[in-house]
T-cell receptor
Framework: DTEVTQTPKHLVMGMTNKKSLKCEQH?????MYWYKQKAKKPPELMFV???????INESVPSRFSPECPNSSLLNLHLHALQPEDSALYLC???????????????FGAGSRLTVL | AQRVTQPEKLLSVFKGAPVELKCNYS??????LFWYVQYSRQRLQLLLR??SRESIKGFTADLNKGETSFHLKKPFAQEEDSAMYYC?????????????FGQGTTLQVKP
């Protein structure tokens, strides 16, 4: 399995809803990432988990809450979002540092979120 | 400050013409440079990384530290090369691949 799988592909939620985005990989990668991508813009880093521990939070509002239950799974919990949070949310993973590919990211197809 | 600059939002060429997508960076340490590509309705994927020094789909990119550039080149463009191309930078000794992306260049190859 050489893919990063994201569910759901599409999500529509109201500003008072609570929802979660899920990401899974079975490549033995030990770093996982959440990126946010607006239309015709580059991806912007949100969070990085390294060996299941949060290592980078790019000053993301607390209405986004990441979770890494194990080395294969990454969740992004969403609560009280705003319409401007509507975007494509990309998950990515990368190999362990000692494999020589720590900086090579494999991206999922994304979850397209619409906040009404 | 760490920055990746892609000066062209859109590059339009005819099939068979040479292509050069420009990328300049500013970084104080030892960066690792990448080109990622996003074809229509497909996921973002790695095209090239500078330390591999390989050619993928006919594309090459050379890191020029003097000019702080990592331009992507292909001698003869094909229609299937039409896509969004992102130049990206990461800290060379980072334990995690925190990527800084340029704004992207849309390559349009006309028949």
């Amino acid at each position: 399995d050489t893919e990063v799988t994201q569910t759901p592909k599409h999500l529509v939620m109201g500003m008072t809803n609570k929802k979660s985005l899920k990401c899974e990989q079975h490549m033995g990668h030990r770093a996982m990432y959440w990126y946010k991508q607006k239309a015709k813009k580059p991806p912007e880093l949100m969070f990085v988990y390294s060996y299941e521990k949060l290592s980078i939070n790019e000053s993301v509002p607390s209405r986004f809450s990441p979770e890494c239950p194990n080395s294969s799974l990454l969740n992004l919990h969403l609560h009280a979002l705003q319409p401007e949070d509507s975007a494509l949310y990309l998950c990515a993973s990368s190999p362990p540092r000692n494999s020589g590919g720590a900086n090579v990211l494999t991206f999922g197809a994304g979850s397209r979120l619409t906040v009404l | 400050a760490q920055r990746v600059t892609q000066p062209e939002k859109l590059l339009s060429v005819f099939k068979g013409a040479p292509v050069e997508l420009k990328c300049n960076y500013s970084y104080s340490g030892s960066p690792e440079l990448f080109w990622y590509v996003q074809y229509s309705r497909q996921r973002l994927q790695l095209l090239l990384r500078h330390i591999s020094r390989e050619s993928i789909k006919g594309f090459t990119a050379d890191l020029n530290k003097g000019e702080t550039s990592f331009h992507l080149k292909k001698p003869f463009a094909q229609e299937e090369d039409s896509a969004m191309y992102y130049c990206a930078l990461s800290h060379g000794s980072s334990n995690t691949g925190k990527l800084i992306f340029g704004q992207g260049t849309t390559l349009q190859v006309k028949p």
